[in-house]
């Protein structure tokens, strides 16, 4: 019915555990708040300044409200207070089998640490269905750890670690916030929990905290090929359209105006983003120069790529597949995963990440992005 939730979803056993905990409490102080408003108006009214109400006979005691006043509370809040207790002991106290992920708060990011060295900022991933333990210290002022959707919170402390465990329930990304006043930038210090199922963490983690195996240069290049459909005119043996640029590296190039030049990464990439200025011999001016169309990554990596090519170890296919837009489980959907690390990528990634810059200063991540330990 609502078109906006009006609460984060359920997305870890603490949730459950906690809001009908929650939700009784609030519910409780609504009907106590309209009993003593209601009461007040009521009295207020009927008993005002010059009303008819019958003041002969005045009660001074009422044993039976007295005593009910007294019962009905004192057992609702004894309920209340163990309840809240046995929630409070499960959530303080994480269970043995928990996988420990190390935590650093600094103004203003949070830095994460897997047990493997995978490192991460303002970005924590986690799989789904296993109890997750976090142990968190601060490097400079108070700040708090907080997960809304898992209804957790935790105070990040300078000089002694802190803790908080949770199981993850549901895949996808849910925000994190510091929930304490640490500084100027205290609303920038934000971040997200990514959940996977078990078996892409697994890999995901494996892959050094990327959501498939990094690409070698020469893969990357065969991807850049590939989109600027370079096979297209170039194949294996010369043609009609293009020479072959199999074996290429190394040998000399004969050229239209009788010049020759060896085929190496200054040549290549001069044919790529000027092709006019050495016209192969026999052909004419039928290549599209790709000056500031690639970047400088781009024609390093479709170099290598070349420069393989006719050799006995080629890219293998799945150098194709993006793994910024691979389909993962944690978003079921074809969009970016955000699985770079430092701050600066993940910034570039998603449009709601920290800043990196505040006004021409950089700000949270993009120090810990240059190398600067803070």
């Not at 001074?60 to 207790?85: A, K, R």
């Amino acid at each position: 019915m609502l078109k906006f939730p009006l609460a984060p979803p359920q997305a870890s056993n603490i949730a459950k555990a906690y809001d009908p905990l929650f939700n009784t409490l609030l519910a409780l102080t609504v009907i106590f708040t309209l009993i003593v408003c209601v009461g007040v108006i009521f009295f207020a009214i009927r008993y005002r300044e010059g009303s008819k109400a019958d003041r002969s006979r005045p009660l001074y005691e009422h044993l039976t409200l007295e005593l009910t006043w007294t019962i009905i509370p004192t057992i609702l809040g004894l309920v209340m207070f163990v309840w809240g207790t046995i929630v409070f002991i499960k959530m303080k106290n994480p269970p043995k089998d928990s996988q420990e992920i190390f935590v650093i708060g600094k103004q203003w990011m949070w830095h994460v640490e897997h047990s493997n060295g995978v490192r991460e900022n303002n970005t924590l991933h986690v799989p789904v269905g296993r109890n997750v333990k976090l142990t968190m210290i601060s490097e400079d002022v108070l700040h708090a750890f907080y997960i809304p959707a898992f209804r957790v919170q935790m105070g990040v402390v300078p000089g002694r670690y802190t803790t908080l465990w949770f199981n993850c329930n549901k895949a996808g990304e849910y925000h994190i916030f510091c929930n304490m006043y640490c500084g100027t930038q205290h609303s920038e210090m934000g971040g997200k929990v990514v959940a996977m199922e078990p078996k892409e963490f697994e890999e995901w983690l494996a892959n050094g905290g990327q959501s498939s195996a990094p690409m070698s240069m020469e893969q990357a290049g065969a991807k850049v090929y590939a989109k600027v459909h370079c096979d297209n005119c170039h194949g294996k043996e010369d043609n009609l359209h293009a020479p072959s640029l199999y074996g290429i590296y190394g040998k000399r190039r004969v050229f239209a105006d009788g010049t020759s030049l060896i085929a190496d990464n200054e040549y290549l990439r001069e044919s790529i983003v000027q092709p006019y200025n050495h016209i192969t011999a026999g052909y004419g001016q039928t290549m599209p120069a790709y000056q500031n169309q690639l970047s400088e990554v781009d024609l390093i990596n479709l170099v290598a790529y070349i420069k393989s090519l006719g050799s006995t170890i080629e890219p293998a296919p799945s150098s194709l597949v993006n793994r910024a837009s691979a389909i993962t489980e944690a978003t079921h959907s074809n969009s970016s995963t955000t699985l770079k690390t430092n701050a600066e990528q993940y910034n570039e990634e998603d449009h709601n990440a920290t800043p990196t810059h505040r006004g021409k200063a950089p700000a949270v991540g993009a120090i810990a992005a240059e190398g600067k330990d803070r």
